[in-house]
């Protein structure tokens, strides 16, 4: 998986939602909302129990907590830390 993918990331998404789904999610353009919850969590116990993850945590800054409006608050939440994790495995972070 992490052949056909490039990323740890990305390989190990596709190893639990199987590489035809996730090829799809990738020629879709990544849209957070389209990517399953149960994924997404079982992506990042695998990356921070294995440590892949870990090094590119420190990298996110997180903002104080405020309290908002919008009740999709949690989703967003975890899309700007997608993306900042994203970000990181682009730019060869670790």
Known sequence: MYRRYGSWSDA???Y???P???DSWISGGRRFDKFPLAV???R???LVGSSLGVPRLR???MQPHRPVADPYHGRAAVARLYSEIMRASELGIR
Request: aromatic letters at 16%.
């Open 12 to 14: 190990v998404a596709a």
């Open 16 to 18: 639990n939602w199987g």
């Open 20 to 22: 035809g789904h996730m």
């Open 40 to 42: 997404e969590i079982y």
């Open 44 to 46: 990042i116990r695998v």
């Open 59 to 61: 990298y996110v800054h």
